[in-house]
């Protein structure tokens, strides 16, 4: 008979104790992973400067963190900078994929998008990176494309319901058949 095992997770948002957690999940990402994520070639010491820089400033970090508290999951939203959008990033280890984990921190990045009051969203990766342009089309994102690179812009409206951030489970484990 087949039997799922269900194991549950919380989104919730990192605070900069929390940082190690996040260098981990991006080290663990494959090369695939690392190129879709940072549209190059990041190497383990880049990774752990990065997710430095992540909690150093006015960066949020929001993350789907499984049942034995290690980040499997995140999106991270960088502040407006003159003249420039927001920017987001997502990140999903490959084991946890197509559970709904990333849609879930898009919500969560979205609802802290509109508490802030940013009009827009901006999300990069390579142009070969279908994964990522079908998630933000789901949230309304339009892209363009140059030199290899896709562009997408989401718009953030003002009007619409906060969605709650926390506490938010959702189920991710393996199903598991016997
Ligand atoms: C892109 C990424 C974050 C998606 O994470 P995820 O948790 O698997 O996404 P979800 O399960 O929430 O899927 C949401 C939607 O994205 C799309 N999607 C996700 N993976 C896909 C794939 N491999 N192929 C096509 N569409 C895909 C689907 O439309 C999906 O909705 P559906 O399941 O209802 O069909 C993940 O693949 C990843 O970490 N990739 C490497 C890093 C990266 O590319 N980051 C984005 C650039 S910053």
Redesign the pocket.
């Known amino acids: 008979m087949a039997r799922a095992h269900h194991e549950l997770g919380t989104i919730r948002e990192l605070s900069k104790s929390d940082q190690a957690l996040h260098r981990d999940h991006l080290l663990r990402?494959d090369a695939?992973?690392?190129r879709?994520?940072?549209?190059g070639v990041a190497d383990d010491n880049f990774i752990a400067a990065y997710s430095q820089r992540c909690f150093a400033g006015r960066t949020r970090v929001f993350a789907?963190v499984d049942a034995g508290g290690a980040v499997r999951?995140t999106a991270e939203l960088h502040p407006p900078t003159a003249g420039e959008p927001a920017d987001?990033?997502?990140?999903?280890?490959?084991e946890?994929?197509?559970?709904?984990?990333?849609?879930?921190?898009?919500e969560a990045v979205i609802a802290a998008a509109r508490y802030s009051r940013f009009r827009q969203l901006r999300?990069?990766?390579?142009a070969t990176?279908?994964?990522?342009?079908?998630?933000?089309?789901?949230f309304g994102a339009s892209f363009t494309f140059e030199a290899g690179e896709a562009t997408g812009i989401l718009p953030v409206h003002p009007t619409e319901a906060l969605a709650r951030l926390a506490p938010l489970r959702v189920a991710a484990a393996p199903i598991a058949a016997e």
């Open positions: 990402l695939e992973g690392r879709d994520r940072f549209n789907y999951g987001v990033a997502f990140s999903v280890e490959n946890f994929r197509r559970r709904g984990i990333a849609s879930r921190l898009f999300i990069t990766s390579t990176n279908l994964a990522m342009r079908a998630l933000a089309r789901k």
